[in-house]
């Protein structure tokens, strides 16, 4: 196999990680009740992510009756506000970013958004949450982001800088000449020069890993936009460890 030159530790998965299922009726929830959790999306209109894109969404209230969302798209990170009247949520216009994409992939992102703002009803089943239209066909399924990985990374200098951003992923590495899928992801700020170990905690969704393939985490460290650190070598992933231990080593000037 090619060796992965950036990513610190290897996981296979032996078998399927099945969606949650209820067998209880769907419960009618609203933006407030799903703060702090990030959303992965399952499924538009019946289809599943382009690509196996992770899509996302993130909701926070701002006061009872309105709040923002939030999240990445098929294409683009995309951001708006949500109302609540009369027990019914409602989108309002969705902004973007403005990064070109293949055409299948714009197509499902212009889906995406047209299908987020006619949302009026939200509803939870277990760990699936359905955005739709009352009375209509279209719809948006998300699965929560139950899943951890947990461990640290280390610095081979022994330190990180101050003002800098630590950015750790969970990917697909099955495919060696397409695309990474990233499955989970988790941004630290590190404000104040830290000597020692930096503790992180991933979230990522069950409902994405997939029997066979092949799982590693990666680390970046940037100051300004500048990388710094990057993890180099692979270690061997032990299911029975209560954490992993990833190296980040300092990038190399041209």
């Given at each position: ?7 610190a ?6 078998s ?8 209880h ?23 599943a ?12 209230q701002g006061s009872?009756s309105q709040?923002?969302v ?6 683009n990170s ?5 109302q609540?009247?009369q027990?019914?949520?409602s ?21 995406f ?7 009026n009803q ?7 949450l359905v ?5 209509g066909?279209?719809s948006i399924?998300f699965?929560?982001e139950?899943?951890?990985v947990r461990?640290?990374?280390?610095s ?9 951003q630590?950015?750790i992923?969970?990917?697909d590495?099955?495919k ?11 941004k630290i ?10 503790a ?6 069950p ?5 066979g ?12 936009g500048?990388?710094l650190y990057t ?7 032990n299911?029975?460890?209560a ?5 980040a ?6």
């Open positions: 196999m090619r060796t992965i030159g950036r990513f530790t290897v996981l296979t998965v032996s399927m990680l099945a969606a949650c299922s209820s067998t009726k769907p419960v009618v929830v609203t933006p407030d009740m799903l703060q702090g959790q990030i959303w992965v999306m399952s499924s538009l209109n019946g289809e992510p382009v690509g196996g894109k992770r899509i996302t969404m993130e909701l926070t009872a709040g923002k939030n999240g990445r798209g098929p294409c995309y951001f708006g506000g949500y609540i009247e027990g019914e949520v989108f309002g216009r969705i902004g973007s970013t403005m990064m070109a994409c293949r055409e299948p992939v714009m197509q499902q992102e212009m889906a958004h047209t299908t987020l703002q006619k949302t939200m509803l939870m089943d277990g760990r699936m955005l739709k239209e009352a009375g066909q279209d399924v699965m929560a139950s899943g951890r461990g640290e990374v280390h081979s200098t022994g330190s990180f800088p101050r003002n800098s630590m950015m992923r969970l990917s590495v099955s060696q000449d397409t695309h990474l899928q990233t499955i989970g992801e988790q700020k590190i404000k104040g020069e830290i000597h020692g170990p930096v992180f905690d991933l979230a990522y969704a409902h994405l890993i997939q029997a393939h092949t799982y590693a985490i990666s680390v970046e460290v940037r100051q300004n500048k990388l993890s180099q070598s692979h270690y061997p992933l299911l029975d460890k954490a992993l231990d990833v190296k080593e300092p990038v190399k000037s041209m």
